[in-house]
């Protein structure tokens, strides 16, 4: 069993994916012709879009995520060598700003936005181990 991806129900998946284009320097790597199914590449792991209404034609039922409501409980992290400018970068995009960048006790920059749909985006820096490894 490996980790694959995550699916976000949104209202918009292409607006979506644009708005992580922007906001965060992300790139589409899939967008289903429907418009109801979209990937970022991040990685080894996928972030997808699905819309809402694929939630419905696949027998769930979810919450929507809204920006005018609070968050829902998870968040997307993005790790990067310089919190400050990504999130200043995703702030400019559109993002709404929850915490700015802070240190952590552990030595780890961390901040926080609300993407277009609400969703928190945690942008942080890696987390250093003991021995200065990534």
């Given at each position: 069993m490996r980790f694959g991806y995550s699916i976000?129900?949104?209202?918009?998946?292409?607006?979506?994916?644009?708005?992580?284009?922007?906001?965060?320097?992300?790139?589409?790597c899939f967008l289903h012709e429907s418009q109801l199914y979209g990937e970022l590449e991040t990685g080894e792991t996928k972030l997808a879009?699905?819309?809402?209404?694929?939630a419905k034609l696949n027998g769930l039922s979810v919450r929507a995520n809204r920006?005018?409501?609070?968050?829902?409980?998870?968040?997307?992290?993005?790790v990067t060598e310089d919190?400050?400018?990504?999130?200043e970068r995703a702030v400019s995009a559109?993002?709404?700003p929850v915490k700015p960048p802070e240190t952590?006790?552990?030595g780890q920059v961390?901040?926080?936005?609300?993407?277009?749909?609400?969703?928190?985006v945690e942008i942080c820096s890696p987390i250093k181990k003991a021995s200065g490894e990534v």
């Open positions: 976000i129900y949104v209202s918009n998946v292409p607006k979506t994916l644009v708005f992580y284009e922007v906001a965060f320097g992300l790139q589409t879009f699905a819309a809402n209404e694929m920006a005018d409501e609070t968050a829902a409980g998870y968040e997307i992290a993005l919190p400050k400018s990504a999130f559109g993002a709404s952590k006790p552990w961390v901040a926080y936005v609300r993407d277009n749909n609400g969703c928190i």
